[in-house]
């Protein structure tokens, strides 16, 4: 389990010990798409986990959903925790926080303090800076993952702290400063919301297990890090998939663009 001290003294640790995947702590915020996140990092061994979110689970949801109609009525957080310890047994250390990560900064520090990396599944841009924010001030790695409208497309972002871009340096690296300075400016930060929501509709659990995968992998690949093992990289920290084109930028159907943005020198996260 993870302990509060700087990442390069973490990593050192980890790095002596080599503890087993079912040491490790991961705390994901949002659990639509992060239910599917928390399943595939439980079979890959994860057994402890922090989960946050604050929405009830509808009927409507359940076309993207890993938790089915019994769980219909049941807060998100909840829910997906009951789900994963009826798949693998009591062992699972899952802790609810049926609450949105502003309305107790304390708690979701405390948290992301004690985790081994940070999973960022929200639909809104406040919560994505703000967790950017903390991740940086506690020195947590972070897997931010997202989908466009309608499911056209996605992205995984993975932020390694000390090893080049933050959140908020990709948004400025893609030409969305708007984006981050609707939130710099807005002061009550929990107001500040996503355009590109994915809507529930026929299909789109389909074509959100992409992205969902794939932050899993990336999450994998932080945990492993200085490890023994047989995964393959994945490759750089930022990929834009897109599954049913994307004009001017992928036109092709599966279709993905990977890149490593660099950091910002003004940035936070460049801040020694």
Same mark, same amino acid.
């Given at each position: 389990m993870r302990q509060d001290t700087p990442f390069t003294e973490r990593n050192a640790r980890r790095d002596a010990l080599h503890p087993p995947l079912k040491d490790s702590t991961v705390m994901i915020v949002g659990l639509g798409g992060g239910a599917e996140i928390a399943m595939h990092l439980l079979r890959s061994g994860v057994s402890r986990f922090h989960l946050f979110d604050f929405d009830t689970l509808e009927a409507g949801n359940l076309v993207r959903h890993s938790c089915g109609i019994k769980y219909v009525g049941k807060n998100k957080a909840a829910a997906v925790a009951e789900y994963l310890r009826e798949y693998a047994g009591e062992g699972i250390e899952a802790f609810v926080h049926e609450t949105s990560v502003f309305e107790n900064h304390s708690t979701t520090r405390a948290a992301m303090a004690e985790s081994d990396v940070l999973i960022v599944?929200?639909?809104?841009?406040?919560?994505?800076?703000?967790?950017?924010?903390?991740?940086?001030?506690?020195?947590?790695?972070?897997?931010?993952?997202?989908?466009?409208? %309608?499911?056209? *497309?996605? !992205?995984?972002? *993975?932020?390694? @702290?000390?090893?080049? $871009?933050?959140?908020?340096?990709?948004?400025?690296?893609?030409?969305?400063?708007?984006?981050?300075? !609707?939130? /710099?400016?807005?002061? /009550? %930060?929990?107001?500040?919301?996503?355009?590109?929501?994915?809507?529930?509709? @026929?299909?789109?659990?389909?074509?959100? =297990?992409?992205? =969902?995968?794939?932050? $899993?992998?990336? *999450?994998?690949?932080?945990?492993? !890090?200085?490890?023994?093992?047989?995964? @393959?990289?994945?490759? !750089? =920290?930022?990929?834009?998939? =897109?599954?049913?084109?994307?004009p001017g930028v992928l036109d092709e159907h599966l279709s993905s663009i990977k890149q490593n943005p660099p950091s910002f020198p003004d940035c936070e996260c460049a801040v020694p």
């Open positions: 599944a929200t639909d809104t841009d406040s919560s994505r800076f703000f967790l950017n924010e903390l991740s940086i001030e506690t020195a947590t790695p972070a897997v931010f993952v997202s989908m466009f409208e %309608k499911g056209k *497309a996605g !992205e995984v972002f *993975a932020y390694r @702290p000390g090893h080049g $871009a933050c959140f908020s340096c990709l948004m400025r690296h893609l030409g969305r400063q708007d984006m981050l300075e !609707e939130y /710099e400016k807005t002061a /009550e %930060k929990a107001q500040c919301h996503l355009a590109r929501d994915a809507r529930s509709m @026929p299909g789109i659990g389909i074509d959100q =297990s992409f992205f =969902s995968a794939l932050a $899993a992998r990336k *999450a994998l690949e932080i945990l492993l !890090e200085g490890q023994e093992h047989s995964l @393959p990289n994945v490759g !750089e =920290s930022w990929t834009i998939l =897109s599954l049913f084109g994307i």
